[in-house]
């Protein structure tokens, strides 16, 4: 038998692939679990593999279990498993998850399939003239707090208009729709499946803005919400990408 996307016998892999592939397998059933109850098709959720806890050897194993989709949250990191990775098929699709200093646009924005992670104005303002210096079009996630503590990142629910109209006059930026963090469920305060509803119903305010003939623009639909601790209740509440680290790496890290 052979794998469809390493082209090489499945039998034949090793250890680690193994039980990578495995992890991903377990991953997909319980999405498409989630979409079931939610009526919604599997193939409309990307499962981003969050690469950042690994090696680049380990990066291409997940690329090797056919997962393309790979997110990083340092841009060196990222720097580093791109040319590791470079010529290598399946082509990574690298998603920056995490905050991006406009110190390391330049050598950043190029490799990215998409920003999850716009959170100022600021940094729209550089991504514009760094995009326009270079003649591309940056596709971005706007990263919104979704718990009001100070301590994190991302814009408030009331700041979130104002950028996302900036982000649509700049010409050097498509915004693609909404990235959040809920809290932990043990914490107090909203259970994080409520605040992933109000990113959502966030999300469908934008949409409103957006088909409006007076601002142009693509109409923002995607949601990245929801990590290996809470992807299910985010899939249920609509989310089109799910970040997915430590169950997707199980039995394969130190343990902590």
């Given amino acids: 038998m052979v794998d469809a996307f390493?082209?090489?016998?499945?039998?034949?892999?090793?250890?680690?692939?193994?039980?990578?592939?495995?992890?991903l397998?377990?991953?997909?059933?319980?999405?498409a679990d989630a979409c079931g109850k939610a009526g919604r098709r599997?193939?409309?959720?990307?499962?981003v593999g969050v690469s950042k806890y690994v090696s680049a050897d380990d990066t291409a194993r997940l690329l090797d279990c056919g997962l393309t989709d790979l997110g990083e949250s340092r841009p060196q990191l990222l720097w580093e498993k791109a040319e590791a990775l470079a010529g290598r098929?399946?082509?990574?699709?690298?998603?920056?998850?995490?905050?991006?200093?406009?110190?390391?646009?330049?050598?950043?924005?190029?490799?990215?399939?998409?920003?999850h992670s716009l959170d100022s104005h600021r940094l729209a303002a550089a991504i514009t003239e760094e995009a326009a210096k270079s003649g591309m079009a940056c596709k971005v996630l706007i990263e919104v707090n979704l718990t009001g503590?100070?301590?994190?990142?991302?814009?408030s629910f009331a700041e979130l208009e104002p950028l996302a109209e900036a982000v649509a006059a700049s010409g050097s930026m498509q915004l693609l729709g909404l990235m959040g963090m809920a809290d932990r469920p043990d914490r107090p305060g909203d259970s994080p499946r409520?605040?992933?509803?109000?990113?959502?119903?966030?999300r469908d305010r934008l949409q409103s803005l957006f088909a409006s003939p007076d601002t142009p623009g693509r109409v923002p639909g995607e949601l990245s919400l929801g990590m290996s601790g809470d992807f299910e209740e985010a899939i249920l509440e609509g989310s089109t990408m799910v970040r997915i680290g430590s169950v997707l790496w199980e039995g394969l890290l130190?343990?902590?």
Wanted: glycine share 6%; net charge positive; charged share 30%.
């Fill in 25 to 31: 397998e377990a991953v997909r059933g319980r999405v």
């Fill in 149 to 155: 503590d100070p301590g994190r990142s991302g814009v």
């Fill in 42 to 47: 599997p193939e409309d959720v990307c499962i």
């Fill in 194 to 202: 409520a605040q992933f509803a109000r990113l959502r119903e966030a």
């Fill in 254 to 256: 130190p343990e902590r």
């Fill in 6 to 23: 390493s082209h090489a016998p499945a039998e034949a892999a090793d250890p680690r692939t193994a039980r990578l592939r495995a992890n």
């Fill in 89 to 115: 098929l399946p082509v990574p699709r690298w998603h920056m998850i995490g905050h991006l200093q406009r110190n390391k646009l330049r050598r950043t924005l190029p490799l990215l399939s998409l920003l």
